[in-house]
């Protein structure tokens, strides 16, 4: 069988969604690690961004494509529910997670903090401060989501909490979401649990190098 390859810098939370998910599948797979818009996934995806996959005659974009295809392609312990509610509660988390949280957590608030595009390379703060506010509503949303088994649906983990754990790496830190998370202690504890796990301790990557 050919091998699963999997494209995209090591930093992005949905490159590391995808390498948690075939982690956690016990699959083997190339990783080749390059950013948004160079060749290797301009040549998959129509938009330049990552992760993208190939396996055999197969490319795909968008990472919850992505582990579907993983999920249903190999052997392995399933990442999303068998029973239709179960599915239903992760496809909703996923889903949440992607159109919600991500594009205040990260695309506006850590992106202002690690992309700031501002002329002297400081933080965004119009960005930074904007987000803020939705964090504040967002973060206690995810809290309360996990508190009774630990996992955002049933007592085991799946797809959703493996799309959640990046973010939530990511948002301790920077300082003010790291003060915000301290409040979050269902989610902090998740955290740990996550980073107790194999398929996570090997796909973590690197911190990033420190100003001079
Ligand atoms: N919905 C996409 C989002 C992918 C995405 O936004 N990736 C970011 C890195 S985390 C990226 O490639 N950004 C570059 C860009 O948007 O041009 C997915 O789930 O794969």
Redesign the pocket.
């Known amino acids: 069988m050919a091998e699963l390859e999997i494209i ?2 090591a ?5 590391w ?2 390498r948690i998910a075939a982690a956690e599948k016990g699959v083997a797979y190339k990783f080749t690690p390059v ?3 160079t060749p290797e ?1 301009d040549a998959i ?1 129509p ?6 996959m190939r396996h055999g005659d197969l490319e795909l ?6 582990c579907t295809y993983i999920d249903r392609a190999f052997q392995g312990p399933a990442l999303m529910p068998a029973d239709p509610a179960g599915y239903a509660l992760a496809e909703q988390w996923v889903s949440c997670v ?1 159109t919600t949280i ?1 594009p205040t957590c ?2 506006q608030y850590i992106v202002g903090y690690a992309f700031p595009g501002t002329p002297d390379g400081s933080p965004n703060r119009r960005a930074i401060d904007g987000a803020l506010p939705n964090m504040q509503k967002q973060l206690p949303v995810l809290d309360k989501a996990l508190a009774k088994t630990g996992h955002l649906v049933g007592d085991k983990l799946t797809l959703a909490d493996i799309n959640l754990f990046p973010i939530a790496f990511y948002l301790q830190r920077f300082p003010e979401s790291k003060a915000l998370m301290q409040e979050q202690r269902h989610l902090t504890a998740f955290i740990e649990r996550m980073l107790a796990r194999p398929s996570v301790k090997e796909t973590t990557p690197p911190p990033p190098p420190k100003k001079a």
Request: aromatic content about 10%; hydrophobic content about 40%; charged content about 20%.
């Open positions: 995209g810098a930093q992005s939370n949905y490159v969604v995808v950013r948004p818009h996934v995806h938009f330049g961004k990552i992760p993208v974009f968008e990472s919850k494509a992505i992607n991500d990260v695309r």
